[in-house]
């Protein structure tokens, strides 16, 4: 049996957006995607500003009551509305998640 070592192990690192889980319309899905590049990029050092951004948003686009969650190293259970998510891996390991509820 053949031993890994810690130095073996890469972390997987995307440079194109990465959709995970989306339930979403096409197009709802292309401008959520478009929205959380723009905001990753805009404000790389600071979650909270990205988060920000992309809940006022989606609040301004889609109706109000969405949620986002970003970070690096997370997980997640959640109840959203039915054609309403999108989980997303951007700009390295960084994982956005948006989902709105009724």
């Avoid at 600071?46 to 948003?57: C, G, H, L, P």
């Avoid at 989606?58 to 259970?77: C, I, P, Q």
């Avoid at 959203?80 to 998640?97: F, R, S, W």
Wanted: with cysteine; glycine share 4%.
């Amino acid at each position: 049996m053949t031993e890994v070592r810690k130095d073996d192990i890469v972390k997987i690192l995307h440079t194109y957006p990465f959709c995970r889980k989306c339930d979403m319309s096409d197009e709802m899905k292309q401008e959520a995607m478009e929205l959380c590049v723009t905001a990753a990029e805009k404000y790389a050092d600071n979650y909270e500003s990205v988060s920000r951004m992309i809940k006022e948003t989606m609040d301004k686009k889609f109706g109000a009551s969405w949620h986002t969650v970003v970070g690096e190293g997370y997980g997640f259970e959640i109840t959203y509305q039915l054609k309403h998510l999108l989980y997303m891996y951007c700009a390295g390991n960084l994982a956005i998640c948006i989902w709105k509820s009724a």
